[in-house]
């Protein structure tokens, strides 16, 4: 996973200190960034939810689903991106920042126009996984084939926002996250609800919001760079620096595939118990999306500082990031599930007038507020393991994690939805245990003692 220049004995140590402020400009910026994300998740739930039609926010569910499995499992563009520019901020190769991001952008428009091109191959393999109903599946289909107009400049967001969080500049990343996802939210309502769009229009809005926020981020990044050294084309390409940047995505690729491999398999167990359950666990599922999110931020501040304290050698660095970014991560979790536990149901009740998708939400709600907590270790880890860029380990641990989580999802299905609930918060909870338990040995490694 290492070059030589960065296992080297005689590689020079950068040390730096590691301050809560340090932490809270990473952490406020990205998670007020990270929570308009799930926050365009409710709006698109609510908008969809005003129609009063079960099946219809089911087929957003199980669409947004789709694309956000095949997103999702290109995030190491983003992810990947943030670890290799932290270390080369850490080692202070400037010209490697840069470098970093025109591979990831290169593999971001390839993969991008990919998956346009795979378009029917995904909806018959979405149809045939999901099995929905006649009236679910063909909301699904209107909202995965207009989504997918996006997929390249979708994939660029991740490779700018990737770059930004590499650098530590959290308020830019929040000013980019802004504007893609108001957008988004203005452009969906508008299409959505007011022009009457329906699904379409929610999907139509994603595409424009995220075509502006590509547009928009180049110009800043390129702005960027004119006051720095430029990369030549041939240390863009350089072989060992590609080689990295695929073994690192490649890792990271697998193991996104699998944690939403994860998330489907509990969405098509949701699916089985009924149009009325599917709709009220992707109203609940909303909820640990913004747990979730909220967290990234958290994630965000572990990533830029584990990759810097890897890139500078600096050991003491990476442990006093890693122990503060955690506490403030405990935090933010009790806050949220707190939160959620309050005001749940006032929630509920704005996204959807199906009164009988309210009934069943409420009852499940608490097993939803849960997974701001069981889900913090989980965050915290992905945070430390992608900056540090051991994504090995984070591949191996995810494959351990999942046939887990498989074992007690087909165990506790005679309970119903509350065993499916029971699962999922099992799921992220292995997650995080199995990542901590690997991490001394990984220190040791990394840092020589």
């Not at 957008?183 to 299409?191: E, G, K």
């Amino acid at each position: 996973m290492h070059g030589p220049q960065e296992h080297s004995a005689s590689a020079r140590t950068r040390p730096f200190d590691v301050t809560h402020r340090m932490v809270m400009a990473i952490a406020i910026p990205m998670t007020l960034a990270a929570v308009t994300t799930p926050l365009l998740g409710l709006v698109d739930t609510a908008v969809i939810g005003q129609y009063g039609r079960a099946e219809l926010i089911g087929g957003l569910a199980i669409g947004a689903l789709v694309f956000d499995f095949l997103l999702s499992t290109f995030n190491f563009l983003r992810s990947g991106t943030t670890g290799l520019v932290a270390q080369a901020m850490g080692r202070g190769d400037l010209k490697e920042e840069q470098a970093v991001f025109w591979r990831a952008f290169i593999i971001a428009v390839a993969m991008g126009l990919l998956m346009i091109l795979c378009l029917p191959l995904v909806i018959k393999g979405a149809i045939w996984f999901m099995a929905p109903e006649p009236a679910i599946g063909e909301a699904m289909t209107t909202y995965v084939m207009i989504r997918m107009v996006s997929a390249p400049v979708a994939l660029v967001n991740y490779a700018i926002l990737g770059l930004v969080l590499g650098r530590g500049e959290g308020v830019l990343g929040l000013a980019l996250q802004f504007l893609l996802n108001g957008i988004n939210i203005v452009m969906s309502i508008t299409l959505g609800l007011l022009l009457r769009w329906g699904v379409a229009g929610v999907a139509w809005g994603t595409v424009i919001g995220e075509t502006i926020a590509a547009v928009v981020g180049m110009v800043v990044v390129i702005r960027k760079f004119r006051a720095a050294p430029m990369p030549s084309r041939g240390r863009i390409f350089d072989a060992a620096g590609m080689l990295r940047m695929f073994t690192v995505n490649r890792d990271i690729m697998i193991r996104s595939f699998l944690l939403l491999t994860g998330f489907s398999f509990f969405t098509r167990a949701g699916a089985e118990l009924g149009p009325v359950v599917l709709a009220a666990n992707a109203v609940l599922m909303n909820f640990f999306l913004v747990a979730g999110f909220f967290l990234d931020g958290i994630a965000a501040a572990a990533e830029q500082i584990s990759g810097r304290a890897v890139g500078a050698r600096y050991r003491p660095a990476f442990l006093r990031g890693a122990r503060l970014t955690f506490l403030w991560g405990v935090l933010l979790a009790a806050g949220v599930a707190v939160f959620f536990m309050v005001f749940g149901n006032p929630i509920v009740r704005l996204m959807t007038n199906a009164a009988d998708v309210r009934e069943v939400a409420a009852a499940y709600l608490p097993w939803a507020a849960l997974t701001a907590l069981t889900g913090l270790l989980a965050f915290h880890m992905d945070g430390v393991y992608i900056g540090a860029t051991w994504s090995r380990d984070m591949r191996n641990m995810m494959v351990l994690s999942l046939l887990a989580f498989l074992a007690v999802l087909y165990a506790v299905k005679p309970m119903g939805n509350h065993g499916l609930w029971l699962a999922i918060n099992f799921f992220l909870s292995i997650r995080g245990i199995t990542l901590l338990a690997m991490l001394p040995r990984r220190v040791r490694t990394e840092f020589g003692y």
